[in-house]
């Protein structure tokens, strides 16, 4: 199996984080290795979607108050391919832009 997960978001779409994104995004934001169940938590129920001027893209954000320091926004980067979402990058921020 290539998948971490494989969960439905709130609108009722399939969204699947891959164990080679899961890789990609841990080489690229270290910290987040410790944020499966963070980045999970915010594709089920995100507070915001944001959709991108370009492609199917859309900005899954969550906020986590019990983290330590500035960046409490969780981003998950999705893109939808053929009806199907899969994530491409997830890491904190300080806001939702």
């Known amino acids: 199996m290539n ?3 494989e969960i439905v978001d709130k609108t009722g779409r399939k969204i699947r984080l891959t164990k080679e994104r899961w890789k990609h995004i841990n080489l690229r934001h270290p910290y987040m290795t410790n944020y499966l169940k963070e980045v999970e938590e915010t594709i089920k129920s995100p507070q915001k979607i944001i959709s991108h ?3 199917d893209l859309f900005d ?3 906020y986590f108050k019990h983290k330590k320091g500035k ?3 969780l981003k998950a980067v999705v893109k939808y391919l053929n009806g199907k979402g899969f994530i491409l990058s997830a890491y904190f921020v300080t806001h939702i832009n």
């Open 60 to 62: 899954y954000y969550n």
């Open 71 to 73: 960046l409490k926004f």
């Open 53 to 55: 001027d370009m492609g």
């Open 3 to 5: 998948n971490v997960f």
